[in-house]
Nanobody
Framework: QVQLVESGGGLVQAGGSLRLSCAAS????????MGWFRQAPGKEREFVAR????????YYADSVKGRFTISRDNAKNTVYLQMNSVKPDDTAVYYC??????????????????WGQGTQVTVSS
């Protein structure tokens, strides 16, 4: 089993920056694709970014491309989401997710087997 714990959320002004962290425990996630998703009130959970365990390639939703960066530190068993130039539309609960070993993630939430509890990000205008 994998436990994921997000941190780093909070209140930030539009145009500012935040860095979210996702610490994994229970086993290494170095062989898991890792993703970040978000859910705003009254909306479905949506894909934000993911990073491949095998290639290190990164993928982003169009809405965050050029502003957000996903990265991983396998030695710390941690994944990060650097959020720059944030906008009020980025306000949501942000969730970290992991696939099972050797599985490929995608924009689809069903591809992920493990989820954190979420961290709130609020962007004021």
């Amino acid at each position: 089993q994998v436990q994921l714990v997000e941190s780093g959320g909070g209140l930030v002004q539009a145009g500012g920056s935040l860095r979210l962290s996702c610490a994994a425990s229970g086993r290494t996630v170095s062989k898991s694709d890792m993703g970040w998703f978000r859910q705003a009130p009254g909306k479905e959970r949506e894909f934000v970014a993911r990073i491949s365990w095998s290639s290190g390639n990164t993928y982003y939703a169009d809405s965050v491309k050029g502003r957000f960066t996903i990265s991983r530190d396998n030695a710390k068993n941690t994944v990060y989401l650097q959020m720059n130039s944030v906008k009020p539309d980025d306000t949501a609960v942000y969730y970290c997710a992991a696939t099972r070993n050797y599985a490929a993630g995608s924009e689809d939430t069903s591809r992920y087997d493990y989820w954190g509890q979420g961290t709130q990000v609020t962007v004021s205008s």
